[in-house]
C-alpha cells in the first residue's frame, strides 16, 4: 500500500526508495536509509566510579542557541571564527530582571516594549552558554538540515496541525480549545527524550549506581537507564518518553530507546520533532561522549524510515557544574552553582484552565460584540483627563500604561498613552461599562 | 533498639508497630564497597495501606459506587505508633473536613480535594506508602529516591547540611548515618500535601526526620518521625518495611497521571473545533 501511494507521488521518488533499499539489504545498516556518520570515540577518559564505570555523575547543562539546522544563509559554513563569535556574543549579566513598578527601566519603557506579552521569560533565561562555534547542531547530514518527511509522516502531521491549529509555531491565532492543542511539555506529561535545550531550567543530573544509569531532566523527566542487557519492554510501555537500555562502549555511554507512544503531543519546548510527528516508530540512539573533565559531547541518532527519508544525527555540548550569574533585581550581581529545583509542573498549571476558559470567554464577547462606539475601542484618541473622567485614578500605572479592573474580574484593561492621549488599548473589544471605576 | 512495653501507648484498636532487631546480622546486608554503609540500592515497595489511612481503617465500598470493588477502600492497621494521630482539637476538626472534601464527586479541578486525587506531589512521606513501587539510587556521595508516580523523586543531600533554599512540594533532604541507619532530615515542605486519602495533614511547618534500616538483603523498616507544633500536641511516629521488588528485570513504569486527571479538570471547558 504504502509502494503504490509512492509511485503515484513521482519516479524520482520510487528510484529513492529503491536505491536506499537496497544499499539497507548490501550494507547491513538499520532499515530507513543508510549514512557514514560514525560518532567520534571519546578523548577523555573520566575517573571511574568504586565498580568501574566511567563517573560521569554531576549536573550537565546544554543552554545554547546554536539552532538545530544550519541557516539558509550560513549554508555550506559549519563553524564560526573566534573574531565572529565575539562580536556575537552578549555583554549583560546572565539573567535580566522583568519590568516592574518598582523599576525606572518601567518609566522609560515605550509602548511597544510594554505591549510585548512575553517579558516573562526574559528574566529565567540565563543569557551565557556552553561553548559552541557552530552553526548548527545537526552533524549529519553535513548540510546540517533535517532529512525530508516521508510523504505519509507529513500527510499524518498537517492532519494533526489541521485538528491542533495552536499548536503549528507560526500559528496566527492561538487558541485553546482543548487540553491537547498545548504540547506535552505545556501539558505537564513529559518532555520529548531526547530533549535538546529548553531556553532555561534545561539542566539533567546525571546519576549512576551498579547496573543503572539515572538521568533527572530539571524539567518533568526522569530517565531510569538500565545498563544489563535485559530486553527492551516492548510495545508502547516506554510511553511518552520511550523505553531507554544502556551499556558502555570504552568511556561512552551509549543509550538506546524505543518503545513510545505515538499520541503526536510533541513539538514541545525541547523537542527535536515538531508538533505532529508520529514518534511511535522512532529508534534513538545517544551516545554521551566525554570530551573533557565538565564536558561531554551528546549525540543523538534518530531513526524513523516511516518519517524520516534517512538517519540523521545532532550533537549538543554538555557542561557539568555550570556556575551562573544573576541580577538579585535589586542591584546585585550573584553567583551560584547549578542547582536543580523541583519543577511542580501540574500543582501550578493555572494556564491550561485559564487559556480554556479564556476562549469560551472570547467566543461569548465575540458573539455578543459592541459596535465600535459602544466598545473601549472608542477611547483611542482621548486624553488622560477623560479616562479620569469616566473611570477614576487607574489601579497601576506602569510608564505609559494604565491599568483598571473589569467587570467578570478576569480580563484587565490597559490604556496606552503616547503624548497625553491613549494610543492603544487592550482589549479594544469589550463595553465602556465593563470596565470598574476606580473611585 | 528495642523498645520496651512500657513506652508503647496502649490505644483502643491495633497497633501494628516493628519491633527492631537488637542488632543487624552484618553478614545479611549488602554493603556498599567504598564506604562499608548498607547498600539501598534497588527497587523497593511497602505493603501497607497507610495511603488510605495512616490509622486504623476498615474496609468499605467505593465512594463512587459504580466503580464496585475496583474502587472499595481496604482494610488495614495503623501504622501510628500509639493508634492515634495526636492532633490539636482545631486541627482535628480541619482534619475531619478534608475527609468530607477528599473526593469532590464532580468535573473540575478542586483544589480541596485529595493532593494525589488531583496527580499533585505526594511529599513525604506519603511518596513511601503510596500503591507504587520507587528506586534508591546510591553512589558515593550522592543519592536519589525516584518514585514512580508522576515525576516524583528526591535529591538526597548527603555531604552536610544545606538548609532549604525554598519550599517545595517533596522537600529538602539532608542525609546523615547513624551506625547502619540512614537517617533523612526533611525540611522546607510546602504543607500542601496530605499524608493519605483520609485528610491528616500538616501544615508549612512540617518537619519529618526518616530512618531506613536494612535488616537483610531484601528488607527494610522505614520510620518517619512526625513533626508539626502547628497540628500537633506532640512529635509522632510511623514505621513499615519496605520490600525488595525482586523480579526479573522488574522496573519502574510510566505513571504520568497528569494526563489522567485531564479529562477530569477540563472536560467542561473544551470548545468546539474551529473548523
Known amino acids: ?439 | 533498639m528495642r523498645m520496651p512495653l512500657s513506652a508503647l501507648v496502649v490505644a483502643v484498636g491495633l497497633v501494628a508497630a516493628i519491633q527492631l532487631p537488637v542488632q543487624t546480622q552484618d553478614g545479611r546486608i549488602p554493603r556498599t564497597s567504598w564506604d562499608k554503609k548498607p547498600n539501598l540500592n534497588g527497587i523497593w515497595q511497602t505493603l501497607s495501606t497507610a495511603n488510605w489511612d495512616l490509622e486504623d481503617h476498615e474496609g468499605g465500598p467505593s465512594p463512587v459506587v459504580v466503580t464496585g470493588v475496583w474502587g472499595a477502600r481496604l482494610p488495614g492497621m495503623s501504622v501510628v505508633e500509639g493508634g492515634k494521630i495526636p492532633y490539636k482539637p482545631e486541627a482535628l476538626a480541619r482534619r475531619d473536613q478534608n475527609r468530607k472534601n477528599a473526593l469532590p464527586g464532580k468535573p473540575g479541578r478542586d483544589l480541596n480535594a485529595d493532593p494525589e486525587l488531583n496527580c499533585f506531589l505526594p511529599g513525604v512521606p506519603r511518596s513511601t506508602y503510596l500503591p507504587h513501587p520507587f528506586q534508591i539510587f546510591q553512589s558515593p556521595n550522592r543519592m536519589w529516591i525516584v518514585y514512580q508516580f508522576s515525576y516524583a523523586r528526591r535529591e538526597i543531600f548527603m555531604n552536610g547540611k544545606k538548609e532549604a533554599p525554598i519550599e517545595s512540594w517533596m522537600g529538602w533532604s539532608n542525609a546523615r548515618w547513624d551506625g547502619d541507619t540512614l537517617v533523612i532530615d526533611v525540611t522546607g515542605l510546602n504543607g500542601q500535601t496530605w499524608f493519605d486519602r483520609a485528610g491528616n495533614f500538616a501544615t508549612e511547618a512540617l518537619h519529618v526526620v526518616e530512618r531506613y534500616t536494612m535488616i537483610d538483603n531484601d528488607h527494610i523498616v522505614y520510620e518517619a518521625t512526625i513533626e508539626d507544633p502547628s497540628v500537633f500536641t506532640r512529635p509522632w511516629k510511623i514505621s513499615m518495611p519496605l520490600y525488595r521488588r525482586i523480579e526479573k528485570n522488574v522496573q519502574l513504569l510510566q505513571f504520568r497521571c497528569a494526563e489522567y486527571v485531564e479529562q477530569f479538570f477540563y472536560g467542561e471547558l473544551v470548545s468546539p473545533p474551529r473548523n
Open chain 1, 1 to 439: 500500500m504504502r509502494h503504490r501511494f509512492l509511485i503515484a507521488a513521482g519516479s524520482l521518488v520510487v528510484v529513492g526508495v529503491m536505491m536506499w533499499l537496497a544499499d539497507a539489504a548490501v550494507a547491513g545498516q538499520a532499515p530507513g536509509g543508510t549514512t557514514t556518520f560514525k560518532v567520534p570515540a571519546s578523548t577523555y577518559a573520566p575517573p571511574r566510579t568504586p565498580w568501574g564505570d566511567p563517573d560521569l555523575q554531576g549536573v550537565w547543562d546544554n543552554h545554547t542557541t546554536v539552532p538545530m539546522q544550519r541557516p539558509a544563509n550560513l549554508s555550506g559554513k559549519k563553524t564560526f571564527t573566534d573574531a565572529e563569535l565575539a562580536a556575537r556574543a552578549r555583554t549583560s549579566g546572565d539573567n535580566d530582571p522583568l519590568c516592574n513598578k518598582n523599576d525606572e527601566r518601567c518609566a522609560k519603557a515605550t509602548v511597544a516594549e510594554l505591549d510585548r506579552l512575553d517579558a516573562y521569560n526574559g528574566f529565567w533565561t540565563p543569557q551565557t552558554f556552553v561553548s559552541d562555534n557552530r552553526t548548527a547542531l545537526i552533524e549529519d547530514p553535513p548540510d546540517g538540515r533535517i532529512p525530508p518527511l516521508t510523504p505519509e509522516a507529513l500527510a499524518i502531521q498537517q492532519a494533526y496541525l489541521r485538528a491542533h491549529p495552536a499548536t503549528e509555531p507560526s500559528a496566527a491565532v492561538i487558541e485553546i480549545r482543548h487540553w491537547e492543542d498545548y504540547d506535552l511539555a505545556e501539558r505537564c506529561i513529559a518532555a520529548q527524550v531526547p530533549t535538546t535545550t529548553m531556553g532555561y531550567n534545561s539542566a539533567q543530573y546525571l546519576m549512576q549506581s551498579p547496573g543503572w544509569v539515572m538521568l533527572a531532566h530539571e524539567r518533568l523527566n526522569t530517565r531510569i537507564i538500565p545498563l544489563d542487557g535485559r530486553p527492551h519492554l516492548g510495545g508502547t510501555m516506554g510511553g511518552w518518553i520511550g523505553d531507554s537500555r544502556g551499556h558502555w562502549e570504552g568511556n561512552t555511554l551509549v543509550v538506546e530507546t524505543t518503545g513510545y507512544t505515538n499520541k503526536q503531543s510533541g513539538g514541545s519546548v525541547g523537542a527535536f520533532a515538531d508538533a505532529g510527528i508520529p514518534f511511535g516508530n522512532f529508534h534513538v540512539v545517544e551516545h554521551f561522549v566525554p570530551v573533557g573533565p565538565n564536558r561531554i559531547h551528546y549525540y543523538v541518532t534518530i531513526s524513523d524510515p516511516q518519517t524520516w527519508t534517512r538517519p540523521w544525527t545532532f550533537m549538543q555540548p554538555w557542561e557539568k557544574d555550570r556556575v551562573l550569574s544573576y541580577n538579585d533585581n535589586v542591584g546585585a550581581t550573584k553567583a551560584e552553582p547549578y542547582q536543580m529545583y523541583e519543577y511542580a509542573c501540574h500543582e501550578g498549571n493555572n494556564a491550561m484552565g485559564n487559556s480554556l476558559r479564556g476562549t469560551v470567554q472570547a467566543r461569548q464577547r465575540a458573539a455578543s460584540r459592541p459596535a465600535d462606539a459602544e466598545s473601549t475601542k472608542s477611547l483611542i484618541g482621548k486624553t488622560e483627563a477623560d479616562i479620569r473622567a469616566m473611570y477614576g485614578n487607574p489601579v497601576t500605572i506602569a510608564g505609559p500604561r494604565w491599568q483598571y479592573s473589569t467587570a467578570n474580574g478576569i480580563l484587565q484593561f490597559f490604556a496606552f498613552f503616547e503624548n497625553g492621549k491613549v494610543v492603544l488599548v487592550r482589549p479594544d473589544d469589550i463595553r465602556l461599562t465593563e470596565v470598574v471605576p476606580n473611585r
